[in-house]
């Protein structure tokens, strides 16, 4: 089964800063890959499907990128209502759809 | 549009079976392409698969949940159902009806608000 890794885990950074997350594939997927921010007690918000396609309404200060074993999730000015925890998760290798471990993002 | 809507019981005792519907709208429950699928996450961890059946009815489960899981779907209703068996503690999670929408090489996953289940003992 494919696994996912992201770095870091967590992270510390201030309004304004850009922020960049890597997820890394154990095998090629494709850009099979979506990214999500929660909240607490909130369900994950979808931002980009397909590596780099942002889902409507998100705000175009998020962008992702990469392809097959390697992908970046950037926010370029971190907003206060950005931080949150973030997941990847994997859709090339059916049928197991797995996630990413989670990075927290929060204020220094 | 597609919306999924979580229901069940918050609640259920150690040793019982957990059972969850997901309300589909939007799209059929035989609509090829959809994965509908189920994933839970406990509280203050990360989001694991259970698995998912698909339009012609096969199902996958995840290995580590195989031998507990039942995922089926009613045409008739247009639902989801999950069970679960012989709950435990470590069970406890919100549970979220999700369904990738996947054609090609591109896959748009949908979700729904989720559901808190609690095993109790």
């Known amino acids: 089964a494919i696994q996912l890794t992201q770095s870091p885990s967590s992270l510390s950074a201030s309004v304004g800063d850009r922020v960049t997350i890597t997820c890394r594939a154990s095998?090629?997927?494709?850009?099979?890959l979506a990214w999500y921010q929660q909240k607490p007690g909130k369900p994950p918000k979808l931002l980009i499907y397909?590596?780099?396609n942002l889902d409507s309404g998100v705000p175009s200060r998020f962008s992702g990128s990469g392809s097959e074993t390697e992908f970046t999730l950037t926010i370029s000015s971190l907003h206060p209502e950005d931080f949150a925890t973030y997941y990847c998760?994997?859709?090339?290798?059916?049928?197991?759809?797995?996630f990413g471990p989670g990075t927290k993002v929060d204020i220094k | 549009q597609v919306q999924l809507r979580e229901s069940g019981p918050g609640l259920v005792k150690s040793s019982q079976n957990l059972s969850l519907t997901c309300a589909v709208s939007?799209?059929?429950?035989?609509?090829?392409?959809?994965?509908w699928s189920w994933i839970r996450q406990p509280p203050g961890k990360g989001l694991e698969w259970i698995g998912y059946?698909?339009?012609?009815?096969?199902?996958f489960y995840n290995p580590s949940l195989k031998s507990r899981v039942t995922i089926s779907a009613d045409t008739s209703k247009n639902q989801i159902s999950l069970k679960l068996s012989s709950v435990t503690a470590a069970d406890t999670a919100v549970y979220y009806c999700?369904?990738?929408?996947?054609?090609?090489?591109?896959?748009?996953?949908?979700w729904g608000q989720g559901t808190l289940v609690t095993i109790s003992s």
């Open positions: 999700v369904s990738p929408y996947c054609t090609g090489n591109s896959c748009y996953p949908y």
């Open positions: 939007g799209v059929s429950v035989s609509s090829v392409a959809h994965f």
């Open positions: 059946i698909y339009y012609s009815g096969g199902t």
């Open positions: 095998q090629g997927i494709s850009s099979a």
């Open positions: 397909d590596a780099s």
């Open positions: 998760q994997q859709f090339n290798t059916y049928p197991l759809f797995t």
